[in-house]
């Protein structure tokens, strides 16, 4: 039988798609796997691509604070395994083009394609517009001399998201035990596009 496979950085990113692929039914027809980082998932790519079952190939990869240097990374990977397919830049919509292997390959960089970020500049988009706590995190943190200040400017977003998510009803539940219990909003118009591309790669 074919096979279809994400591949994603953590167990983060593999228990947020989990949580969305429920939440809009999206059909279990991939399977998805975890890697340790950014680069054990890029160096497994190449092992990926010879097996002989696959059929589609998608990554799900943080751009963190360079989009064009992670895609350059990405994009010398697979021209070393002769794959010159994509694209100078990232598509907006999330990029997916067919290998000369005839693999679809896909990849989505988070958060959208287009900005800087990670995981949890995506996960930001389902915090309801009209939370009241959400701000008042932001304040706190704004507060915290940047000498006192333990975590990288970077990770602003993970700090951000993770303090909100520990005053909760169930204070700190992991990202995707918080879309399952409504924390964040999986059916927030920014999710869309991601949704878009997920079936569109590795579904229809």
Same mark, same amino acid.
């Given at each position: 039988?074919?096979? +279809?496979?994400?591949?994603?950085?953590?167990?983060?990113? +593999?228990?947020?798609?989990?949580?969305?692929?429920?939440?809009?039914?999206?059909?279990?027809?991939?399977?998805?796997?975890?890697?340790?980082?950014?680069?054990?998932?890029?160096?497994?790519?190449?092992?990926?691509?010879?097996?002989?079952?696959?059929?589609?190939?998608?990554?799900?990869?943080?751009?963190?604070?360079?989009?064009?240097?992670?895609?350059?990374?990405?994009?010398?990977?697979?021209?070393?395994?002769?794959?010159?397919?994509?694209?100078?830049?990232?598509?907006?919509?999330?990029?997916?083009?067919?290998?000369?292997?005839?693999?679809?390959?896909?990849?989505?960089?988070?958060?959208?394609?287009?900005?800087?970020?990670?995981?949890?500049?995506?996960?930001?988009?389902?915090?309801?517009?009209?939370?009241?706590?959400?701000? +008042?995190?932001?304040?706190?943190?704004?507060?915290?001399?940047?000498?006192?200040?333990?975590?990288?400017?970077?990770?602003?977003?993970?700090?951000?998201?993770?303090?909100?998510?520990?005053?909760?009803?169930?204070?700190?539940?992991?990202?995707?035990?918080?879309?399952?219990? +409504?924390?964040?909003?999986?059916?927030?118009?920014?999710?869309?596009?991601?949704?878009?591309?997920?079936?569109?790669?590795?579904?229809?």
């Amino acid at each position: 039988m074919a096979r +279809r496979l994400l591949l994603v950085e953590d167990s983060d990113d +593999r228990h947020v798609v989990y949580a969305l692929r429920q939440a809009h039914t999206v059909p279990e027809v991939f399977e998805i796997q975890q890697r340790d980082g950014v680069e054990d998932l890029l160096s497994s790519i190449p092992q990926e691509l010879k097996a002989s079952d696959l059929e589609c190939l998608a990554i799900v990869l943080d751009a963190d604070e360079d989009l064009e240097k992670r895609w350059r990374q990405l994009r010398g990977q697979l021209d070393r395994e002769g794959h010159r397919n994509l694209p100078d830049a990232p598509r907006a919509e999330g990029t997916i083009v067919d290998l000369s292997t005839g693999v679809r390959f896909g990849v989505w960089l988070m958060p959208d394609n287009r900005l800087q970020g990670m995981l949890e500049d995506f996960v930001r988009f389902m915090v309801r517009p009209d939370d009241p706590l959400w701000p +008042r995190v932001e304040h706190f943190l704004q507060g915290i001399p940047e000498s006192e200040r333990r975590f990288k400017p970077a990770h602003w977003p993970k700090a951000h998201v993770h303090t909100w998510l520990g005053i909760q009803e169930e204070p700190g539940k992991p990202l995707g035990q918080a879309i399952t219990a +409504r924390y964040l909003d999986p059916h927030c118009p920014h999710v869309e596009p991601f949704l878009k591309w997920l079936r569109a790669a590795l579904v229809d």
